[in-house]
């Protein structure tokens, strides 16, 4: 008898998704607002939004369509863009890389959108690239990544390797040490992560003592903290590409062996405000992070958004670099639709998109023409109220370097797209 | 003998009549639905029934296998991945000479991995679609089912399997491009692009030619003798053995077969999907695959195929709705299926559908029973009265 | 030397305590019940959330220091009867079909893992209200004797009826209470499980430490074991479970209650997946994934343990365990570096992923030497 | 004197530390009806396991047909002429019955010809005929499952003799049937017995009497004595087992 009422719980929940009357429910029914919005007179511009609102990614992926949602909601109080009203359409990635290709199909073939924020994993960007490539249609990027990429089609407003891990790790040998451990999730942007590291250690007169790779949701984590015992026997210098659970059990193994921050300081660059609340602060205490936006930035435009998105959300949420690089890039889309004078003519847009400025919550930020954004390094010690205290941040906003230079393959290599000679990958020298 | 031969031709006749519905579906497949799909806007659906009636195929697998043997396969996504790897490997090399696919250098790779080499050919790719699947299946069967492993612990270790073949793929990132998987969209072959419309077509087209290739494979297998030894292993192994059979081999034989299947299922899908990555082994998705066939109808040939794409349609245009709510829905599906539809829609349609329909016209189906009282006229007089009256009221 | 060797050992221990409490409830369930219950890790995070809502329901009490006890008895009570719920609502009808029951706590793990990212008292009492009427509407009906034949058309009829009263009622709810009704309890976030002081940090000895949370576990461990044996072997009602999930037929002839038998049985490997949930959450993220990690190693533990058999699954635990952790870390390539090759071959698995493919492929060659297991059940009854 | 068709030599089975068959031998000539009998617990069954090889012995060897059945498993001395039908039936319940007896009546059982092969006319005809021997053309083309209890074990033993076997295996074949199936089964046996040699395990006795020519006490894993009915009946130490020591059963009283 209790089956019949699961079996029918999920037949409810069904219908409680379409109703319109739970479209304010944070964060939740993408599809009520698409439902609510659709109704509307077509005097609106269609965007799309494609992030994991499932499965393992849904934990990181959420709070960026909260701040996607956010700056839609403040640009159509606005007056919208050109006049219009702009129109979220939130497709579902569900974790799942082709699921990611399939969504992104859909938004430009059936709902036209006239742009597309979305993705966080590298791999799902990888999936989706070619079909916005093959329909010559456009992605907005918020996280940071690896690099090493630089399509025409998608613009990245996260960070590039040389605006949050080569500066980290200057930093780290200025002032922690020359012995670095690394250890990663077993993905891409640890991987190409850790390889930039390396070559930058061996240029600068740093160490790699040792890496380690554990599987995505791995929570078992000894082996590494073994490893970084015997790699490093009296304290250095532990570089953390890890991603999602495996962080918790990570910095609780860490601390319970007792390596502390006080000998084995730990650089993350996948753990930020939100992440301090679900790993629990008294494991992260003194460890750092490096990011180019962190809440405790003090800037007014940082209070507005910090202020704005507790408003919507509620007081118990933090942003995050992340949600804050896709909150910015709602407006530079905005922003170069303006510009351009229309949402539909692509090319128009891109070039209109390049050189254009926004007054960001991390300072002035620029989109450069090859893609990716001038950006501000900070680096952030974690405090006992869970926040960070930022103890370094670089004077102006650091130029993206898509192409890494300290990897041989694509040293010497940039990218220009507002110069058709240059495009994608072109040699400087 | 007359009734033998008569026995023979109406059988004969039973075939062709299932061919001809199978071709007359197949023909709607391939030039009714697609424009009927283009022309209402909704074009990216036609790749999606492509890539549904590519799982299609492994889902048959999965029906010989579960269905009418009896062995719960939780690891088919491993030969799944294998085959969508071979044929993706396949074509990311199909670049001009001395080239490597560009994955490689942001690893620093400057020399195509030993694994590699043999994708450059054509002939060695078909071959390694099917036929690396049913390799390691066959030999990963083997050695569990020599040992008579077999009910859950088989589907446990099937599960294991996968989680190892998840990890290696997963973690061999200068081999096979980890967890970004190999992308096929832009590579090329026979000088187009692969996510291009006419080699879409060109797949689709294969795959519904591929799909009917492995219906009729699967209806051969489970007709006449080997069907039934199929039905035997799942009903009696002991009994088998003391008959004088090896039901190792058949099992071995059956499960490399879905393998293949699984494979070639992995190698359509992956190119009309445009990527495979090792999340084609997560333990969900294989599950997934069961569900497709206990949904259709186990032991039911079409409905594994119908399971399958009603239930992958569901999942695309439900969790377009309602992201949030898919899985309560999938968890829902099993659920009922397990308990309430054991027969799934196939079984249902076939017990009570077809009751329910013939009740609703006054057609009841008459029972069988002792053939003493079949004759006993005195008993069918009552019977027939009987109806009537319960029509009546 | 010696503080690598000690660790070592240690760490072998600790990663099989581990997964031997995870495995201990599976055990019961699989190896008493022949049940195949997909859904352990969803229970074990069920246990993990208790954790975390008794942390937070007692932070600033001076009960803190030892909430970690109370949340082990909280953790075991919840999955316990969310075990018993499901026990009677779904497990009752697959006796004796194991692959259905592995399918169908399948589908409750899913539902299990969206529930803990869905659930707010909109959805509650959505839940509530429905299970209210239509249960309600079935107790009245079911009295009547011609109730079988019209069972299609209530159905029909009450399914859609109660849901629609149950959501009409819970989004007008939603409308009226905004943020309090409608807010997610926990969200898809992961939630943070802090330990107690006292269990943060390290034993020092001989140049390593001993982390105070895996010794916790060790004890847990030991002394969920010892408490399952005795309940087993010197209890009324453990000599009932082992007489029913020996012969059933028989006990329900002599007068066990066998439905009830089942239950507790369920509910015991549940409650003890609530215990392990509560354990890991010292150890690592609590989050809608976190029973996902652990149920094909645990399951494994069972296989190779030999089904039915506490022994067995103590030393697999211990050797599965210890093999990974041996192998995923650099102990073996440092004991075998005089062996240029060996090491090499060890260096290649010396990662947690390629670790796990070794461990694999040794289970694999294992069963080839005892398919039943280490202690495999014996007697004609076994393949007749 | 006629040929062995089957000789047990010093068998010795022992399970975890339990010796189920204690230094046993046994022979049968070719073309013997043999009835075993024995109190519960004498060995009965790891007897047969040990003959069909489900069970390796622990020491001691079977030869059957003259050969050695050592290192052969199941479907290979079932190949060799060794047919075995259980205590409780064990079919096929998703066959027919026909289907059923056509399985066991194909001659050739590697995978290839169950792929490829179809059942000759002479296989067809045999089963036919078996089927009407069973008694159950009525219902040939059923669901073995619908089958009653005493079908069943006639389909069982219609599958055993499809197979053709030189020695049938046969444990307790009228265990839960009617005295009237009772005396069918045992006209089947004997009807068989004009062509094959077989063993019967049985505990009714009155079956016993009804188609015994010799039988074999089996006790505590050893041959206790062998003889005609009466002769075992007879047996002071048959008594003994059966029903306790005389003075046990004078205390007793």
């Known amino acids: 008898m209790i089956l019949g009422s699961t079996a029918a719980g999920s037949i409810l929940l069904k219908a409680c998704g379409s109703d319109p009357s739970t479209t304010a429910s944070p964060g939740a029914s993408p599809a009520a607002s698409t439902a609510a919005s659709t109704s509307a007179s077509g005097n609106t511009v269609k965007v799309g939004i494609l992030h994991s609102l499932s499965g393992t990614m849904a934990i990181s992926e959420k709070s960026v369509v909260d701040a996607e949602n956010l700056a839609i909601e403040e640009i159509n109080q606005a007056g919208g863009v050109l006049g219009k009203q702009i129109e979220a359409i939130i497709e579902d990635g569900n974790s799942d890389w082709p699921t990611f290709a399939e969504k992104a199909k859909k938004l430009i073939d059936q709902d036209k959108v006239a742009t597309v924020f979305g993705c966080w994993t590298s791999a799902s960007r990888k999936a989706v690239l070619p079909v916005f490539e093959s329909k010559n249609s456009l992605l907005w990027y918020p996280v940071q990544y690896e690099g090493q990429e630089c399509s025409k089609n998608v613009f990245y407003t996260g960070a590039a390797p040389n605006q949050q891990i080569e500066p980290s790790v200057d930093w780290l040998l200025e002032n922690k040490g020359k012995e670095f451990f690394l250890v990663g999730s077993d993905y891409v942007f640890p991987r190409t992560a850790n390889t930039i590291i390396k070559a930058q250690l061996a240029a600068k007169g740093g160490k790699t003592v040792g890496e380690d790779y554990v599987p995505l949701g791995s929570t078992e984590v000894k082996s590494v903290i073994q490893k970084i015992k015997q790699a490093l026997p009296n304290g250095g210098v532990i570089y953390n590409s890890l991603n999602g659970d495996s962080n918790v059990a990570f910095f609780k193994e860490l601390q319970a062996s007792g390596l502390g921050p006080d000998k084995y300081p730990s650089m993350s660059v996948s753990i930020a405000e ?82 254009q400025t926004f007054d960001a919550p991390q300072g002035k930020i620029t989109m450069n023409s090859n893609h990716h954004l001038s950006k501000f390094v900070r680096i952030g010690e974690v405090g006992e109220d869970s926040l960070f205290k930022i103890v370094y941040e670089t004077k102006e906003a650091v130029k993206p370097v898509p192409w890494n230079q300290f990897v041989t393959d694509t040293k010497g290599f940039a990218c220009d797209w507002s110069d058709p000679a240059k495009g994608g990958k072109y040699k400087t020298t | 003998m007359d009734a033998l031969i008569q026995s023979k031709s109406k059988a004969r006749q039973r075939l062709l009549i299932e061919a001809g519905i199978v071709a007359a579906i197949a023909l709607l497949l391939l030039f009714v639905i697609p424009p009927i799909l283009v022309g209402s806007g909704q074009g990216f659906r036609v790749n999606l029934l492509g890539r549904y009636l590519a799982l299609a195929i492994a889902a048959l697998g999965i029906d010989l296998i579960w269905g009418f043997t009896g062995i719960l396969s939780l690891g088919q996504g491993v030969f799944f991945a294998l085959g969508g790897y071979s044929l993706a490997m396949f074509l990311l090399l199909q670049l001009p000479d001395g080239q490597l696919p560009d994955f490689f250098s942001p690893y620093g790779v400057t020399e195509l991995p030993w694994l590699w080499q043999p994708f450059y050919s054509l002939p060695f790719t078909l071959f390694a679609i099917v036929f690396i699947p049913t390799i390691v299946a066959a030999t990963l069967g083997y050695l569990v089912f020599r040992n008579r492993i077999r009910g859950v612990y088989f589907s446990i270790l099937t599960q294991a399997a996968l989680i190892v073949f998840f990890n290696f793929f997963n973690g061999q990132q200068k081999l096979i491009n980890g967890t970004n998987g190999l992308k096929t969209d832009t590579a090329t072959i026979f000088g187009q692009t692969v996510s291009s419309p006419p080699v879409q077509a060109f797949l689709y087209t294969l795959t519904i030619l591929l799909l009917v290739g492995g219906y009729a494979l699967s209806r051969w297998l489970t007709s006449g003798r080997s069907g039934r030894l199929l039905v035997a292993v799942r009903d009696d192994e002991a009994r088998m053995r003391f008959s004088g059979y090896d039901p190792t081999m058949f099992k071995v034989l059956v499960f490399a077969i879905s393998a293949g299947l699984a494979g070639i299922a992995g190698a359509l899908y992956t190119v009309q999907s445009g990527i495979i990555t090792p999340q084609a082994m997560n333990i969900a998705f294989s599950i997934e695959m069961v569900i497709w066939v206990a949904v259709g109808g186990r032991a039911t040939i079409v409905g594994a195929i119908l399971g399958t794409l009603i239930v992958n349609f569901a999942k695309s245009i439900l969790s377009e709705r309602f992201p949030q709510f898919w899985y309560f829905f999938q968890g829902g599906l099993f659920l009922i299926v397990v308990t309430v539809l054991p027969g799934g829609i196939l079984g249902w349609l076939r017990e009570d559908g077809v009751r329910l329909v013939r009740s609703q016209i006054n057609k009841r189906r008459p029972l069988q029973t002792y053939p003493s009282l079949e004759e006993d006229p005195g008993v069918q007089y009552e019977r027939k009265n009987l109806a009537n009256r319960e029509s009546d009221g | 030397m010696l503080s690598g060797l000690l660790d070592g050992i240690f760490s072998g221990i600790s990663l099989g305590s581990v997964l031997l409490l995870a495995a201990l409830g599976l055990a019961i369930v699989f190896g008493l019940m022949g049940v195949i219950n997909m859904a352990h890790g969803e229970l074990m995070m069920l246990g993990a959330y208790t954790t975390y809502m008794v942390q937070n329901a007692l932070k600033g009490t001076p009960l803190f220091g030892i909430y970690i006890f109370i949340a082990l008895i909280a953790a075991f009570i919840v999955t316990a009867i969310f075990g018993l719920v499901l026990e009677r609502g779904v497990i009752r009808y697959l006796y004796g079909r194991p692959l259905e029951t592995l399918l169908a706590t399948w589908g409750v793990s899913l539902i299990l893992q969206q529930l803990v990212r869905s659930v707010s008292w909109q959805l509650v009492t959505i839940v509530a209200l429905f299970c209210l009427l239509f249960f309600g509407a079935m107790w009245i009906v079911a009295r009547r004797t011609d109730f079988e034949r019209a069972r299609g058309w209530f159905l029909a009829i009450m399914i859609p009826l109660s849901a629609a009263a149950a959501i009409a009622t819970g989004n007008v709810l939603g409308t009226l209470y905004k943020p309090a009704f409608t ?13 107690p002081k006292w269990l943060r940090g390290g034993f020092p000895i001989a140049g390593t430490q001993f982390s105070y949370a895996r010794i916790f576990i060790i004890v847990l461990t030991i002394a969920c074991v010892v408490g399952v044996y005795w309940f087993l072997n010197n209890t009324p009602w453990g000599l009932r479970i082992r007489a029913v999930t020996q012969n059933r037929t028989m006990s329900a002839c002599l007068g066990i209650p066998t439905k009830k038998v089942d239950a507790l049985t369920f509910a015991l490997g549940s409650g003890l997946a609530g215990l392990a949930g509560c354990a890991v959450s010292l150890l690592g993220s609590v989050g809608p994934n976190t029973g996902q990690n652990y149920i094909v190693d645990t399951f494994m533990v069972v296989v190779v343990g030999g089904v039915g058999k506490l022994a067995g699954s103590i030393i697999a635990a211990l050797a599965i365990g210890t093999a990974n952790y041996l192998i995923g870390s650099n102990t073996l390539v440092d004991l075998t570096a005089p062996i240029k090759p060996l090491s090499d071959t060890f260096a290649f698995f010396s990662t947690i992923s390629m670790a796990k493919v070794l461990v694999f492929a040794l289970i694999i060659a294992f069963l080839q030497f005892r398919p039943g297991g280490l202690f495999p059940q014996k007697g004609r009854t076994v393949d007749a | 004197m006629s040929e062995k068709i089957l000789q047990i030599e010093n068998l010795t089975v022992d399970f975890d530390g339990f010796r189920a068959l204690n230094n046993l031998n046994f022979s049968l000539d070719t073309g013997e009806l043999r009835v075993i009998i024995g109190p519960n617990g004498a060995g009965k069954t790891t007897f047969l396991d040990v003959i069909t090889g489900k069970t390796k012995p622990t020491t001691g060897q079977v030869t059957f047909k003259g050969k050695s059945t050592k290192g052969n498993v199941e479907y290979q001395i079932a190949r060799l002429g060794v047919g075995r039908k259980f205590q409780t039936p064990r079919i096929y319940l998703n066959l027919t019955p026909r289907e059923n007896l056509e399985l066991s009546c194909n001659r050739y059982k590697n995978v290839w010809n169950a792929l490829f092969g179809k059942p000759s006319s002479a296989e067809r005809r045999t089963v036919a005929g078996l089927i009407e021997t069973i008694g159950l053309d009525a219902k040939a083309d059923l669901k073995a499952a619908l089958l009653s209890h ?92 059966y029903l306790g020591k005389q003075e046990d059963d004078r205390a007793a009283a």
């Open chain 1, 274 to 355: 939100e992440e301090v609340k679900a790993i629990g602060v008294d494991y992260l205490q003194g460890h750092y992070a490096a990011w180019n936006y962190f809440q405790t930035v003090n800037s007014p435009a940082s209070t507005k958004f910090v202020e704005a998105f507790k408003a919507k959300y509620g007081s118990d949420r933090v942003v995050n670099d992340p949600m804050e690089a896709a909150y910015i890039m709602v407006y530079l889309w905005k922003q170069s639709v303006e510009k351009a004078g229309t949402y539909e003519d692509l090319e128009k847009v891109k070039t209109a998109a390049y050189g």
């Open chain 3, 183 to 195: 807010k997610l309890w926990f969200d898809a976030r992961n939630v943070d499980v802090t330990a």
């Open chain 4, 150 to 241: 005493g079908e069943k074990q006639r389909l069982e033993i219609g599958m055993l003799v499809a197979q053709s076997p030189d020695l049938l295996l046969v444990d307790e074949p009228v265990a839960g049937l009617t005295d009237e199936e009772t005396e069918n089964v045992g006209n089947l046996l004997l009807a068989l017995a004009e062509s094959h040699s077989i063993i019967v395990i049985e505990h009714d006795m009155e079956f016993v009497r009804q188609i015994a020519r010799k039988v074999t006490v089996l006790h505590q894993g050893t041959v206790l004595c062998e003889g005609s009915m009466d002769e075992v009946q007879n047996d002071p130490r048959v008594i003994e087992v």
